[in-house]
């Protein structure tokens, strides 16, 4: 995963005692590196990536209450939310589970474009796009379809991973992403006949109706706590008959939670009701990890709606 962000304060000291107490948090001196953050956001109080670092560690010091209050303070100092601190929030129990920031998402993928696929294949033996197209085919084969498709839109397109695995079965694809480096990595593909940077509703809501065939979603429904803007618009763009695939995290209980990697994970219950509250058929539900958490297969789903 990308480095931690680093926002300066704009004040030399300050900037210095954050570095320090970087380097002592990394050693596991938490206590003296909360003292420094401590000092730091006094000479500079809208310090946002020393108010995140000392959330993080009262955090891992057990200490809720501040953790909380360090995590709203460097909210409140960057309003675009660029280190995340809502979804900590969120994960702490202090604030209910609601939509990421964008400009978190779009700082994280731009920081992680340059070793993205390295770190998704190999160091997360991530298997989404093979998953999905294993799904469409069975779908497809079921329907004694072909499993071609003349228009496809990949969401959240990352570098084109799915759209190499859907290379030979869709002869024109459109790829959206709300990163503009992963867009440049996509690019040098030469997979996609478009490529736009958008958040996955909205890039969908100025397509035309009736206009797609396949809308793909691999590991992309992680980062959406509601999935009731995206079917509704993949809905809108599928033509009669047209599938919309996608992967995603899950879990034992009811509804959406946020995990502790920071994604969303969907319960099978939620998704079912999901899909059949958009007006599409659920075609395909199977229980597969795309990819692993740490050596552990992260608990998923690989869904394929399909548009009556």
Not at 111 to 136: H, I, M, N, W
Request: hydrophobic share 50%; net charge neutral; charged share 25%.
């Amino acid at each position: 995963m990308p480095t931690r962000l680093f926002l300066s304060s704009g004040d030399p000291i300050a900037d210095r005692r954050y570095d320090f107490a970087r380097d002592l948090q990394l050693r596991g001196d938490l206590a003296a590196a909360a003292d420094l953050l401590r000092q730091a956001v006094e000479l500079a109080p809208q310090f946002t990536s020393a108010w995140f670092t000392l959330g993080d560690i009262r955090q891992e010091l057990g200490e809720r209450e501040a953790a909380v209050e360090a995590f709203r303070k460097a909210r409140d100092a960057d309003p675009l939310d660029r280190h995340g601190a809502a979804m900590r929030l969120m994960r702490l129990g202090a604030e209910p589970i609601a939509a990421m920031p964008a400009s978190y998402v779009r700082t994280l993928f731009d920081q992680y474009a340059p070793r993205f696929e390295e770190s998704l294949l190999t160091d997360l033996r991530y298997r989404g796009p093979s998953l999905l197209f294993k799904a469409v085919l069975a779908v497809r084969n079921a329907e004694k379809k072909a499993a071609f498709f003349k228009r496809g839109i990949d969401l959240g397109c990352g570098t084109g991973l799915a759209a190499v695995a859907f290379a030979g079965n869709v002869d024109r694809f459109i790829g959206i992403d709300l990163s503009p480096r992963m867009i440049e990595k996509a690019r040098a593909t030469g997979f996609y006949a478009e490529l736009e940077v958008a958040d996955l509703a909205a890039g969908l809501a100025d397509k035309p109706d009736a206009n797609v065939d396949l809308v793909l979603a691999a590991d992309v429904m992680v980062y959406v706590a509601d999935l009731a803007p995206v079917l509704a618009q993949a809905k809108r763009v599928l033509a009669k008959g047209g599938l919309f695939a996608f992967t995603t995290e899950t879990h034992s209980g009811d509804g959406v939670i946020l995990g502790a990697g920071l994604r969303y994970a969907h319960a099978i219950a939620h998704v079912r009701a999901a899909v059949a509250a958009a007006g599409l058929r659920l075609a395909y539900l199977e229980e597969a990890s795309a990819r692993d958490e740490g050596t552990i297969p992260a608990p998923g789903l690989v869904v394929v709606a399909a548009k009556a």
